[in-house]
């Protein structure tokens, strides 16, 4: 499929947003940085370069001062806590998960409080109080936890559930974890996304992206690139900073 064929189903979807004089907003997750790499600088030009606002959840027990004094000048970054250490604390048997019941539910709240404090010391201003936990996996009964901790938001993957805190989810993943571990075909990441803006549509949230620049094959560079492209100055898009998306969720609650 030729490159324009693979964009198709997202052109056709964003003509309609135009034609309906409304724009489909867009935010970018990246997960599990701890330190400055140069898949991180691409990540960075990338965003820099298209104006494109990201948020990079990060893991705080392995980062420190190197990576905060890499972002100091990407103004377009925005630092979110991913978990505690991202280790895996459920049996074999069930699929990985930092933030469960496989722990008594103070030493989990324990790590995640002193994520939220590790992550606001290193990067001040350019935190937000927004948990990601490892893998998208928290268990449900954890949830009430996160707003005394500090915390004001959360994101994982997939559709919204009703939960104790403001949900603002990734939606679409540019990577094949179960087969290449490389990027997804590109015509089926264009595919998922305008699927997901047609939802948007009818009312939905924000398409969340999410990405992962420590495993990034080309592919995955080119995608990300070409999206950018696609997307950045076009009339009816709109790449939003989760400040922005959090705030706008406070306000229709209120
Ligand atoms: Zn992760």
Same mark, same amino acid.
């Given at each position: 499929?030729?490159?324009?064929?693979?964009w198709?189903?997202l052109?056709?979807?964003?003509?309609?947003?135009?034609? +309906?004089?409304?724009?489909? =907003?867009?935010?970018?997750?990246?997960?599990?940085?701890? =330190?400055?790499?140069?898949p991180?600088?691409r990540?960075?030009g990338?965003? =820099?370069?298209?104006?494109?606002?990201?948020?990079?959840?990060?893991?705080? +027990?392995?980062?420190?001062?190197?990576?905060?004094?890499?972002?100091?000048?990407?103004?377009?970054?925005?630092?979110?806590?991913?978990?505690?250490?991202?280790?895996?604390?459920?049996p074999?048997?069930?699929?990985?998960?930092?933030?469960?019941?496989?722990r008594?539910?103070?030493?989990?709240?324990?790590?995640?409080?002193?994520?939220?404090?590790?992550?606001?010391?290193?990067?001040?201003?350019?935190?937000?109080?927004?948990?990601?936990?490892?893998?998208?996996?928290?268990?449900?009964?954890?949830?009430?936890?996160?707003?005394p901790?500090?915390?004001?938001a959360?994101?994982?993957?997939?559709?919204?559930?009703?939960?104790?805190?403001?949900t603002?989810?990734?939606?679409?993943?540019?990577?094949?974890w179960?087969g290449?571990?490389?990027?997804?075909?590109?015509?089926?990441?264009?595919?998922?996304?305008?699927?997901?803006?047609a939802?948007?549509?009818?009312?939905?949230?924000?398409?969340?992206?999410?990405?992962?620049?420590?495993?990034?094959?080309?592919?995955a560079?080119?995608?990300?690139?070409?999206?950018?492209?696609?997307?950045a100055?076009?009339?009816?898009?709109?790449?939003?900073?989760?400040?922005?998306?959090?705030?706008?969720?406070?306000?229709?609650?209120?």
């Amino acid at each position: 499929m030729n490159r324009d064929a693979a964009w198709l189903p997202l052109t056709m979807e964003l003509a309609r947003w135009e034609d +309906a004089g409304r724009t489909a =907003e867009f935010w970018l997750r990246d997960d599990d940085a701890v =330190e400055p790499t140069e898949p991180l600088d691409r990540l960075l030009g990338l965003t =820099e370069k298209f104006g494109v606002p990201a948020t990079l959840a990060v893991i705080p +027990a392995f980062t420190g001062k190197a990576l905060a004094i890499r972002l100091a000048g990407a103004s377009q970054v925005t630092v979110a806590v991913h978990g505690w250490s991202h280790e895996n604390h459920a049996p074999d048997e069930e699929k990985k998960q930092e933030l469960g019941r496989h722990r008594e539910r103070g030493m989990v709240r324990d790590d995640l409080g002193r994520g939220l404090f590790h992550i606001t010391n290193l990067h001040g201003p350019r935190m937000v109080p927004l948990l990601v936990p490892p893998w998208n996996r928290i268990h449900p009964d954890l949830l009430p936890d996160l707003m005394p901790l500090g915390f004001t938001a959360l994101s994982v993957f997939g559709p919204a559930k009703p939960a104790a805190i403001r949900t603002i989810n990734s939606n679409v993943d540019l990577m094949d974890w179960h087969g290449t571990r490389g990027c997804r075909d590109h015509g089926l990441i264009a595919r998922d996304i305008a699927a997901q803006l047609a939802q948007a549509f009818e009312g939905g949230d924000a398409v969340g992206i999410l990405t992962h620049h420590l495993v990034h094959d080309e592919a995955a560079w080119v995608f990300l690139e070409d999206l950018f492209e696609l997307t950045a100055g076009h009339r009816a898009c709109g790449w939003r900073s989760i400040r922005e998306l959090i705030a706008t969720g406070e306000e229709a609650a209120r």
